[in-house]
Every structure is written in structure tokens, then in C-alpha cells.
């Protein structure tokens, strides 16, 4: 197995993990809050699918999905084009609101962009520095382990959620 097929392999039990997160919920249920500046499935999955859109466009150096695609225009929040979510408060969270559908659609957008760009990778490509501004500069592969790791740890958040509503 090349280390490409590794991280396709990984992208696409991400994959897997949001389809059975938000699959047959309703936008009430997706809206739901386990407590009052708790985070909802939604954002969640629009968050970590904004961040994996975000942060593999730059490495790419392709248009972000999010844009180049019409979701932004789809979901209609009252966030600017460039919000991933990242430090969102929790009045911010609450604007995050969407369907089932739309979020998976989303998703997979951005995951088959992904997955087209990280099966053009060879080994010696995950040495690029793609990130100046951290001590020290963040590389490739670095980056594409940490959007994974963000990934699987907000669906496992939002999977906690789906269970407080007994789904």
C-alpha cells in the first residue's frame, strides 16, 4: 500500500463516519444542543468539512469547493465566504443550520476533491511546506494528518450528539 492509498483509505472512513452521523436527521435533530453553548451536528460536519475544503484547496493551490462550487451560495449563512468555523462563539454556531442533505452533499464534494488530489501524491511530496507560519513549518503530510485527526475527532463529537437524541 502507498502511503496515498493509506490517507484515501482513512478520507474515506471519514467518509463513512458523517454519512452515518447525519444520515435520517432531521434539521431539528442537526440543530439540536446537548447544552446551551454546545456545538450541533450540524456545525460539526460543516465545520470539519470546511476545514478539510479550506485547508486541502490551499495545499493543492485549487479553488475551495465551498466557493468555486455554489455551496456557500446553498447553505445561505450569515458567515463570511473565508469563515471555516474556527473559534466560532456560540451565537456563531447557532447560524449554522442545514439539511441532511445538503451537508452530505457538501461533504462529498469536498471529499471527492480530496480524494482526486491525494491520489496524485507520491512519497516525496508530503515534505512540501505548505505552512510558513507555524515553529516549524507545517509540511504536506503533516497537513493531511492533522485535517484527518480534526476529521474523526468532531464526527466522533457529533456521533456523542446523535446519541443524546437516541438515534
Known amino acids: 500500500m502507498?502511503?496515498?492509498?493509506?490517507?484515501?483509505d482513512a478520507f474515506g472512513r471519514v467518509r463513512e463516519e458523517v454519512h452515518a452521523v447525519v444520515d435520517d436527521l432531521s434539521t431539528d435533530d442537526l440543530a439540536f444542543r446537548v447544552g446551551d453553548s454546545a456545538n450541533t451536528i450540524a456545525w460539526?460536519?460543516?465545520?470539519?468539512t470546511r476545514i478539510q475544503d479550506d485547508h486541502l484547496a490551499d495545499a493543492a493551490d485549487h479553488p475551495q469547493v465551498w466557493t468555486d462550487q455554489g455551496w456557500f451560495d446553498r447553505f445561505g449563512l450569515?458567515?463570511?465566504?473565508?469563515?471555516?468555523?474556527?473559534?466560532h462563539s456560540a451565537a456563531q454556531v447557532a447560524k449554522v443550520k442545514a439539511s441532511a442533505?445538503?451537508?452530505?452533499?457538501?461533504y462529498d464534494a469536498t471529499n471527492e476533491q480530496t480524494i482526486d488530489y491525494v491520489k496524485t501524491l507520491k512519497d516525496k511530496d508530503?515534505?512540501?511546506?505548505?505552512d510558513e507560519a507555524w515553529d516549524p513549518p507545517v509540511t504536506l503530510g503533516v497537513r493531511l494528518i492533522s485535517v484527518i485527526s480534526d476529521d474523526l475527532q468532531h464526527v466522533g463529537q457529533a456521533a456523542f450528539?446523535?446519541?443524546m437524541l437516541g438515534k
Do not use: C, N, P, Q
Not at 44 to 48: I, N
Not at 126 to 130: E, L, N
Open 2 to 8: 502507498t502511503s496515498a492509498e493509506l490517507l484515501v
Open 44 to 48: 460539526l460536519v460543516w465545520h470539519l
Open 78 to 87: 450569515s458567515l463570511r465566504k473565508s469563515d471555516t468555523g474556527y473559534g
Open 101 to 106: 442533505e445538503l451537508l452530505i452533499g457538501y
Open 126 to 130: 508530503f515534505d512540501r511546506i505548505v
Open 161 to 163: 450528539v446523535r446519541g
